[in-house]
T-cell receptor, first 112, second 110 residues
Framework: EAQVTQNPRYLITVTGKKLTVTCSQN?????MSWYRQDPGLGLRQIYY???????DKGDVPEGYKVSRKEKRNFPLILESPSPNQTSLYFC???????????FGDGTRLSIL | EDQVTQSPEALRLQEGESSSLNCSYT??????LFWYRQDPGKGPEFLFT???AGEEKEKERLKATLTKKESFLHITAPKPEDSATYLCAVQARGDDKIIFGKGTRLHILP
């Protein structure tokens, strides 16, 4: 089954404790992306990747890192999380940059 | 600055009452416009892609249209299962970023 898998689905942690949210897709997609979704602000793109070893900033990249060492994986790293990064995060992938995206089921992060 | 605005923010309709959702965009040149449906607790699900003004796409009770400044998602004779948040996203020429609107929450009453 074609899917985008995110882990964990839920996480409560404390300020400053490094965390990684994993994202994996099984569709051999080239384009992958991370979004955060906040009430009243909608979906905002954090980082995206056109292909392996190619990543670029979206609209809200501050406080986040990503890497794309393999085509299927695109982890989101919060080196020193802060409470303003409490949000619902989605990973997405598509065949190419102008193609429909497939989304994961989301990761709800709470930073205390 | 590239921008996507959706209206209304929320819409309540009776079952069978047709209506339209609007997505207006300001980009330097449109590469593609996407419509998604999002159910509570889930990731967005793809509905349509439109690439050029005049283009139309249909699927069951939904029809998406595109002009040079906006897109409409027409819902004909909706059913309660059409209740969801509908999201519009655009990608501009010369840019690989994707910009989403804030969505329209649609509630269909039985």
């Amino acid at each position: 089954e074609a899917q985008v898998t995110q882990n964990p689905r839920y996480l409560i942690t404390v300020t400053g404790k490094k965390l990684t949210v994993t994202c994996s897709q099984n569709m051999n997609h080239e384009y992958m992306s991370w979004y955060r979704q906040d009430p009243g602000l909608g979906l905002r793109q954090i980082y995206y990747s056109m292909n392996v070893e190619v990543t670029d900033k979206g609209d809200v990249p501050e406080g986040y890192k990503v890497s794309r060492k393999e085509k299927r994986n695109f982890p989101l790293i919060l080196e020193s999380p802060s409470p303003n990064q409490t949000s619902l995060y989605f990973c997405a992938s598509s065949l190419g940059q102008n193609q429909p995206q497939h989304f994961g089921d989301g990761t709800r992060l709470s930073i205390l | 600055e590239d921008q996507v605005t959706q209206s209304p923010e929320a819409l309540r309709l009776q079952e069978g009452e047709s209506s339209s959702l609007n997505c207006s965009y300001t980009v330097s040149g449109l590469r593609g416009l996407f419509w998604y449906r999002q159910d509570p607790g889930k990731g967005p699900e793809f509905l349509f892609t439109l690439y050029s003004a005049g283009e139309e796409k249909e699927k069951e009770r939904l029809k998406a249209t595109l002009t040079k400044k906006e897109s409409f998602l027409h819902i004909t004779a909706p059913k309660p299962e059409d209740s969801a948040t509908y999201l519009c996203a655009v990608q501009a020429r010369g840019d690989d970023k994707i910009i989403f609107g804030k969505g329209t929450r649609l509630h269909i009453l039985p």
